[in-house]
């Protein structure tokens, strides 16, 4: 069985698989007749519409559920048993989770009880492999094949950084990181980001792909020398709205600004997994700027899910 909880679950060919499935043009209806079940404790705009319509295309029917409909988080259900009764409707499972434990704990039940319906991440705490992807299908879009692309991001060290820090290492692209230095990533997440470099060996089947570079920084100018893209994501997720005021400060000089962008390589695109908090971590004049591909992403988000789905589905070789 194949689960998506983290990009650490995938091989660099797996993600050029997802990549390949998710530009087709034309797609099996290999959910027809069935359902999958998308469970949200927390909000979402892109992630539940990319969610369910990639579904619909795939000729299956999207349910979604409100946290408080199941209970998780009160402890009314148990993650375990909640798995197994979603297992006996739907094909597969999608959760944006509070706690990237209830993913595990949902996978490692369906392992036990030997049932083969397939979870994905849609966002937890931890990480968020769908962006991450959708990411990367921006960037193979808009980048020449022949040349090494470099990426800054801008912000907290979060799960959307961790997931694209992955993502880039393992395709060869060079990432800096920009964020004040209380909030870089720990050791020991560190270890765990690059980690997906000995986990594929020589990074693609011919050995000739470099792993890309990941750089830390403390100056965001410094960060985005040379880069093609600049990324920034808000600097306060949900659930740390308590934290608001003392991140305002320690991330104002972070904004991305038209003076930082600016610095980067001629030319170079602005991204941001949205929603944008504007006049906070990017400015007005960059979010509507010629540079920005916000929007190019946002609408990636369905492509790309759509290639999660049939790759966990294992429809690779499906024409």
Known sequence: ?????????????DLDTILGLSERSAWPPVLDGKGVALLF????????????????QLGGHPVTIKGDEVGLASGRESPQDLIR??????????????????LVEMRDELVRASLEVPVVNLLSDYSHPCQAICDL???RQLSPHNERVRLAYVGDCNNVSRS?????????????????PEYWFSESDLEEILSVRADNGGMDKTGTQEPGQLNLYDDPFKAVEGCDFVYTDVWASMGQEDEANSRREAFE??????QLMNAASPGARFMHCLPAHRGLE???EVMDAECSVVFT???????????????????????
């Open 1 to 13: 069985m194949r689960c998506l909880l983290d990009i650490s679950d995938l091989t660099v060919e």
């Open 41 to 56: 404790e927390k909000p979402s705009a892109r992630t539940r519409n990319s969610a369910e319509m990639a579904v619909v």
């Open 85 to 102: 009764t979603l297992a006996c409707y739907h094909a597969l499972v999608g959760a944006r989770v509070f706690s990237h434990r209830v």
């Open 137 to 139: 299908l921006t960037i």
């Open 164 to 180: 694209l820090a992955q993502v880039c290492i393992m395709s060869g692209i060079d990432i800096n990181i920009a964020t004040p």
């Open 253 to 258: 000089d972070y904004q991305v600004t038209s």
């Open 282 to 284: 990017v400015a007005n």
């Open 297 to 319: 992403q946002a609408e990636n988000r369905m492509h790309a899910m759509r290639g999660i789905l049939l790759f966990l589905l294992d429809q690779s070789s499906t024409q």
